[in-house]
């Protein structure tokens, strides 16, 4: 439906890279719009660099783009009066970012998603944002399994569905010959796994020494990435052939060289596949929800270390295509259902999803922020909360472990797209301060 009025103001509420990119490309795909996008400091809050290749190829300068502190978020946005908010975080994030909106009169309307692959759909995932009007997912796939999930999980959060944004058909100009890796900070989990990764590809550049092995990576020296990276790929890789670079360029750039991509998991895949580029999904350390890669299940996609070194790149499936990232763009509804909650936002329709008050009142909202915020939260609160928190949360975390994620629709449950079960890994609690560009 159109909404009368003038265009629409929306505003992006980012932090992290892989967020900024999502909702960079996410509202570039919307006409006659006003968009803008405020980065909210966090210890993840990307570089000057890190923005500029995010949001490369969109129509976002940096005159669209202002960086604000935490506390000073609510003002921003009752001065700029949004129509609606793009929330795009992690979830911890959403949940304190949520805080700020609810201080804001008129209410915006609050969307939030996920940035890429979301197959398993995950418990945290849909918990965090059940105060958003609307939650994004990008297949058919996922549209049944976050449904699924909520009705499991007794969350009422309304689902729209969207074309992954930075995955749109393009027709390759050229013939590119680099076997390009996108790098994971999660995926493999083991050192030793990333180290035999790195050897499969120190491997590939020696078989093929005419040809570059790109390793794309997401952050440089002293910048962070939406994950924390333990064992990362320059250290692995110290030792390698001159042919074995490393790239920090837009991923569009460094599919435009590509004759194919290798990954375990990443969205990266699905760019490619847009591209035209054959992908190899590495199978190597196992198909399993833990390794977030179930989604290639029936594409075709799967290869290992030899496929790898051989450069066995190849095409998926159609049927497995037009399930997952690549149904009819027809079908992205995302956004007439966004038109239609500010129609009924504004006709008083629309009741507002405020946050209810979380148990352990206010040091438990401390305890949020500050995990959030890091060294950006400066409160006394912040401080204590994390000092009381930090062994309680190191307690649970290890009677998680003891109890492990067994069980129907858990980690470890491979017949379901869906875990009711805790996330598996945790990031650091607290970063080191990175370097501003």
């Avoid at 103001?9 to 960079?24: F, H, L, P």
């Avoid at 804001?104 to 945290?124: D, K, L, W, Y």
Wanted: with cysteine; net charge positive.
């Amino acid at each position: 439906m159109s909404i009368t009025g003038g265009q629409l103001r929306v505003v992006a509420i980012a932090d992290a890279d892989s967020y900024v990119k999502w909702a960079g490309a996410l509202l570039d795909a919307v006409p006659d719009i006003r968009r803008q996008m405020v980065l909210v400091r966090t210890p993840l809050t990307v570089s000057t660099d890190q923005e500029q290749s995010a949001l490369a190829g969109t129509r976002f300068t940096s005159d669209d783009v202002a960086r604000v502190d935490y506390t000073a978020l609510a003002g921003w946005l009752s001065h700029a009066r949004p129509d609606v908010v793009v929330i795009a975080g992690r979830g911890p994030f959403v949940r304190v970012v949520l805080r700020q909106i609810d201080r804001i009169h008129p209410r915006p309307v609050v969307v939030t998603g996920m940035p890429g692959i979301s197959i398993p759909a995950q418990r945290g995932a849909l918990t965090y944002r059940r105060e958003s009007d609307l939650f994004v997912i990008h297949s058919r796939r996922e549209a049944r399994a976050f449904d699924d999930l909520a009705g499991r999980l007794g969350v009422d959060v309304p689902v729209g569905l969207a074309t992954l944004p930075f995955a749109q058909p393009v027709t390759p100009h050229r013939t590119g010959t680099d076997l390009v890796f996108a790098a994971q900070a999660l995926i493999p989990t083991t050192t030793g796994e990333r180290r035999e990764l790195a050897d499969i590809l120190r491997a590939a550049a020696e078989a093929s020494p005419s040809r570059r092995v790109v390793v794309k990576l997401r952050a440089r020296p002293g910048e962070q990435e939406t994950h924390f990276e333990r064992d990362s790929f320059p250290d692995l890789l110290r030792d390698r052939p001159r042919n074995l670079v490393f790239s920090h360029q837009p991923m569009s750039a460094a599919l435009g060289r590509a004759e194919g991509l290798v990954t375990v998991s990443s969205t990266a895949a699905i760019e490619a596949i847009a591209c035209g580029v054959p992908v190899i999904a590495l199978d190597t350390f196992g198909v399993s929800k833990a390794n977030l890669n179930t989604v290639f299940h029936g594409s075709g996609l799967f290869g290992d270390a030899d496929d790898v070194i051989a450069r066995r790149f190849r095409h998926p499936s159609l049927a497995w295509m037009d399930e997952n990232y690549f149904h009819d763009p027809a079908e992205s509804t995302w956004w007439s259902q966004v038109e239609d909650l500010v129609s009924r936002r504004r006709r008083g329709e629309l009741p507002e999803r405020l946050q209810p008050r979380r148990r352990g009142g206010a040091l438990r909202e401390a305890w949020d922020r500050k995990s959030v915020l890091g060294y950006e939260d400066r409160t006394l609160a912040g401080s204590v909360a994390y000092a009381i928190g930090v062994p309680v949360r190191e307690a649970l975390l290890t009677a998680r472990k003891v109890r492990g994620n067994r069980g129907r629709e858990s980690w470890s449950d491979p017949t379901t797209d869906i875990t009711i079960t805790p996330a598996l890994r945790q990031d650091p609690m607290l970063r080191r301060r990175p370097v501003r560009t």
